[in-house]
């Protein structure tokens, strides 16, 4: 059974840094490209990059590509966001998705406010 | 970015009876493979979106043939011929060819 739990939310304050991470099992990782996702309070959902399975290539929302980094651990089958000068439009649910958002975590909630 | 505009906003349906969910994207879908990545998940209140449509019209693993995908270039309907208690949540339609990948706003099913 294909798993994702994602871990590392929480309240942030502005301008500070945060790394989520996902952890996978139940298909062979280091074959497939991963998805971060996020959604808002209201419900809106944006994507905000991807990574390719060995790690050499990312691609990027092009609003959040100077602030969020993907990568991924293959030998701990872990995929990580690094996000960094949080602001409070960052306020959502974070989730990972496997290729073409087949699965899905339960998603990790990050809240930034002072 | 491709704009993915979903109606109606929400669907009041009566156990039983047919449901239907628009799609239309700012452009075509069709990516230079030929295929169309438009995929249609359903999002239960309190949990995680799950897929249920890729590639225009393939169920995925599980989903009840209740459900239908179809459409083309920039037009996509989600159906469901007989609406069940199960199917309640929203339904965003996402489309995967061109990045930055696209979401439409969603569509709430609620029980008439």
């Known amino acids: 059974e294909v798993q994702l739990v994602e871990s590392g939310g929480g309240l942030v304050q502005p301008g500070a840094s945060l790394k989520l991470s996902c952890v996978a099992s139940?298909?062979?990782?280091?074959?497939?490209?991963m998805s971060w996702v996020r959604q808002t309070p209201g419900k809106t959902m944006e994507w905000i990059g991807d990574?390719?399975?060995?790690?050499?290539?990312?691609n990027y929302a092009p609003s959040l590509k100077n602030r969020f980094t993907i990568s991924r651990d293959n030998a701990k089958s872990t995929l990580y966001l690094q996000m960094s000068n949080v602001r409070s439009e960052d306020t959502a649910t974070y989730y990972c998705?496997?290729?073409?958002?087949?699965?899905w975590g339960q998603g990790t909630l990050v809240t930034v406010s002072s | 970015d491709v704009v993915m505009t979903q109606t109606p906003v929400s669907l009041s349906v009566a156990i039983g009876q047919p449901a239907s969910i628009s799609c239309k994207s700012s452009?075509?879908?069709?990516?230079?493979?030929?295929?169309?990545?438009l995929n249609w998940l359903l999002q239960r209140p309190g949990q995680s979106p799950k897929r249920l449509i890729y590639?225009?019209?393939k169920l995925d693993s599980g989903i009840p043939d209740r459900f239908s995908g179809s459409g083309s270039e920039t037009d996509f309907t989600l159906k469901i011929s007989r609406v069940e208690a199960d199917d309640l949540g929203v339904y965003y339609c996402?489309?995967?060819?061109?990045?930055?990948?696209?979401f439409g706003a969603g569509t709430k099913l609620e029980l008439k």
């Open positions: 998705t496997t290729t073409a958002f087949a699965y």
């Open positions: 139940g298909f062979t990782f280091s074959d497939y490209w």
């Open positions: 990574i390719k399975y060995d790690g050499s290539y990312t």
């Open positions: 452009q075509s879908l069709v990516g230079t493979s030929g295929k169309t990545y």
């Open positions: 590639l225009v019209s």
């Open positions: 996402l489309q995967g060819t061109h990045f930055p990948y696209t």
